[in-house]
């Protein structure tokens, strides 16, 4: 099981820090994968970070503006958001792969959901 937190409503130009946390199984062999789904839109990959040498990916869009980064002995992961934009509101869902990518298919756990804001 995954559960995020950290959502909410900031400015732009604020930053945010959401965390995933993993319950009731180990995600050390899994990739996370961060997914955001805005009103009317389809769910997209946001960012990505394998289990093994921690490689990460992030859509285009958010290069440069998101973190992403994992603590296996903390069973957490988290995605560090700066310099939001109204583009940037959506529902943002964390996701355990065996398979790094953003390939929705391939994620075996996902989290509830937490909900970014970003408005003035």
């Known amino acids: 099981q995954l559960v995020e937190s950290g959502g909410g409503l900031v400015q732009p130009g604020e930053s945010l820090r959401l965390s995933c946390t993993a319950s009731g199984e180990t995600l050390d062999y899994y990739a996370i994968g961060w997914f955001r789904q805005a009103p009317g839109k389809e769910r997209e990959g946001v960012s990505c970070i394998t289990s093994g040498d921690y490689s990460t990916s992030y859509k285009d869009s958010v290069k440069g503006r998101f973190t992403i980064s994992r603590d296996n002995a903390q069973s957490t992961m988290w995605l560090q958001m700066n310099n939001l934009s109204p583009d940037d509101t959506a529902v943002y869902y964390c996701?355990?792969?065996?398979?790094?990518?953003?390939?929705?298919?391939?994620?075996?756990?996902w989290g509830q959901g937490t909900q970014v804001t970003v408005s003035s």
């Open positions: 996701g355990a792969s065996q398979l790094p990518g953003f390939e929705e298919h391939e994620y075996d756990f």
